[in-house]
């Protein structure tokens, strides 16, 4: 096979949050305790989302949260999947003082994430350090021991820095990823030599680009390596997207090194799975409504497609979307995109090519 000729096709997400509500109905549980001055029990989250939808089941198996999900992954087969993970894994009883919102969930759930074949966990985001370092070091130990690779947070900001590598066909995928102070990331939590962290950017400067796109080209590369950068950015409301966050990307990008930015932090249409069903205030955003991403890359790096995988939140489970609710987050993604063109497959998913 010709490596001018392959495609791979790579699953990303934005924030998959398994702690609180969702871990309350999952087969193991932490202590639902927490500390926010709105909810004072994760039992609580479940009471408001089965208060809007209806039961939600109790020591549901791991697939469950997956729902309507995994048949399409599993038609799709992407060959690296990969999620932002806003959850400590952990059942460490001390939280980060003073944060207000703290998430977790049982290490034994982290059969959850191998239900559907996750390959990649980033860490680097404002929830990992919840529970403290130790929370983050049992984080790592649990994923790890699951198999599943982990990148942006680690032991010291070496290891917070370092990719994660996956082989495909004819090449590779090397996922970096990293934080930026506007997504709530305490600056205290950021990676040193001598400290277990996140790998943390605190301005978003050309001159900080060129030294992560020059940190990057340090890594030995080979022919047919994909580039993702995945970075946890800006704040959780609203489609608009910083100068400074699309500069910061296009120099990544214009540098050679680097052929996606993967960008999250925003719930909207960007958390996949979390446990807001029943909180009000932000029905404009449509936030049940999530989408799966699915960019096909040539082995030069090149967007060669994407498809978009539509998904609801309900009673705790992804749920494929009406026609109606497809159309809406097509139109979004039409507003929102720039260089894309899109139309609709016969399985009802949403295909976007360059123009």
Known sequence: ??????????????????????????????????????????????????????PIPRKAPPEYVWGDALDVLRRLKARVRIINLETAVTTSDHPWPEKGINYRMHPANVNVLNAASIDCTVLSN???????????????????KA?????????NVAEASAPAIFD?????????????????????????????????????????ALRIAQEIKTV??????RVIVSIHWGGNWGYDIPREQETFAKTLIDQG?????????????????????????????????????LPRLSASGALESMLFVPMRMQRFRLNRTTAEETAWLRRLMEQQSRGLQFEMTADGLILARPR
């Open 1 to 54: 096979m010709s490596v001018i000729n392959t495609i791979v096709m790579i699953m990303l997400t934005g924030d998959v949050m398994l702690g609180r509500g969702v871990d309350q109905i999952l087969q193991h549980s932490v202590d639902p305790v927490i500390y926010e001055s709105y909810m004072r029990s994760a039992k609580g989250y479940v009471e408001l989302a089965e208060g809007k939808n209806g």
């Open 147 to 155: 198999r599943i690779k982990t990148a942006g947070a680690g032991a």
């Open 220 to 225: 030995p590369h080979k022919a047919g390596d």
């Open 257 to 293: 090194v680097v052929d996606v930015v993967h960008g999250h932090s925003s719930h909207h249409p960007g958390d996949l799975i979390n446990d807001y069903e029943g909180i009000g205030g932000y029905e404009e955003f449509r936030p049940e409504l999530s989408l799966i991403y």
């Open 168 to 208: 495909v066909p004819d090449g590779r995928v090397l996922v970096f990823a990293m934080a930026h102070l506007s997504s709530g990331v305490p600056p205290e939590w950021a990676a040193l030599p001598a400290r277990s962290g996140v790998h943390l950017l605190t301005d978003l400067s050309r001159k900080t």
């Open 126 to 144: 404002n929830h990992v350090i919840d529970w403290e370092r130790d929370g983050l070091r049992e984080t790592l130990e649990t994923l790890h």
